[in-house]
């Protein structure tokens, strides 16, 4: 099969590679469409070191199953994989799984592939009808989705009664205002510095876009739920002096590890900080019923290119030259 392969840093190589053998419980997915993320950039870029060359990236996968008795079933590909059988499986919780492992990292390969193996319980239906280009955004949708349930689990106050403040116009910046959005809430910012991306966030309409840097709108202490989708020292910053006394601040993104927070705020103004990562099967499937009904959008913020030119895509992200919130590759 022909994958776009990471063979060293600022390297992917499209080639031929070995077809997918099953183990047990798994299903053979020939993928359709297969977004890229920010992590793969990070990885392309030789910033994880969880993720080492030779590998095939990418995660976020819509396909067909070929062969056995579900052959023909249109799904989207759950790409964390978790044991089922530990206390956090059992409690819902297996996004923090100890055992989960995703695709797109050893000993998992990824979805920038002709074809890839996944637990057959890591599937979900396609609803008739639904474009498999836009399926494939299922996966940013449910990371952005599932931040959004548990800032409404913490806040004091419906979502319909709180102002939101989202850091980061990608794939689950928008996610994330979009389930804001969708699930009650009536005032939302979101903060991109990005000029083409902050166009395709106002197309939604369901949102106030700025440039943090040099046209910053959200005052001190006015914010009720911020979503930080970004994860970096400046977003920590301007989160913690926008966030509202009992406010909750819910991070999401991954760019560093250090510094930002004003740890004496949070502490006398009782603000909740709270960590989100992934998803639930659950909130998988919530994802993929709200997006066939229209709940999302139009879901019309993705560009698709062939895989064959996912090198260049690579560039162009990191070169800011797309609008688009999120590149979708087509084997």
Request: hydrophobic fraction near 40%.
């Amino acid at each position: 099969m022909k994958a776009l392969v990471y063979t060293d840093i600022k390297e992917l190589t499209y080639r031929e590679e070995q077809k997918p053998q099953l183990a047990k419980g798994e299903v053979l997915v020939r993928i359709d469409s297969v977004g890229i993320c920010g992590s793969d950039l990070h990885a392309y870029l030789g910033h994880d070191e969880r993720r080492i060359s030779p590998l095939i990236l990418g995660h976020e996968g819509a396909g067909t199953i070929v062969g056995g008795p579900k052959d023909g079933q249109k799904v989207v590909i759950n790409p964390l994989v978790t044991c089922g059988q530990c206390p956090d499986c059992l409690a819902g919780r297996s996004n923090i799984c100890a055992h989960r492992e995703i695709i797109s990292m050893a000993p998992r390969q990824g979805a920038f592939a002709e074809y890839i193996s996944i637990p057959e319980r890591n599937t979900v239906p396609v609803p008739d009808g639904m474009d498999m280009t836009k399926a494939a955004l299922a996966e940013p949708i449910a990371t952005g989705w599932h931040a959004v349930n548990v800032a409404a689990q913490k806040s004091h106050h419906p979502l319909a009664e709180c102002k939101a403040l989202v850091f980061g116009g990608g794939a689950v910046g928008l996610s994330a205002a979009l389930s804001l959005h969708a699930q009650g809430c009536k005032d939302i910012h979101l903060a991109e510095t990005n000029d083409l991306r902050r166009k395709t966030v106002d197309a939604e309409g369901i949102c106030t876009s700025f440039n943090p840097i040099d046209n910053n709108i959200v005052d001190e202490n006015s914010i009720d739920i911020v979503v930080d989708c970004v994860g970096g020292n400046p977003t920590r910053k301007a989160a913690s002096a926008a966030i509202k006394p009992g406010g909750v601040i819910v991070h999401v993104g991954l760019m560093d590890s250090a510094d930002g927070l004003d740890i004496r705020k949070i502490t006398l103004q009782e603000v909740t900080f709270c960590g989100t990562y992934t998803y639930t099967m659950k909130d998988f499937q919530a994802v993929v019923s709200a997006m066939h009904s229209g709940a999302l959008g139009s879901l019309n913020w993705y560009e698709e290119r062939p895989l064959s030119e996912g090198a260049q895509a690579f560039e162009d992200l990191l070169n800011h030259r797309s609008s688009s919130s999120k590149i979708v590759l087509r084997p």
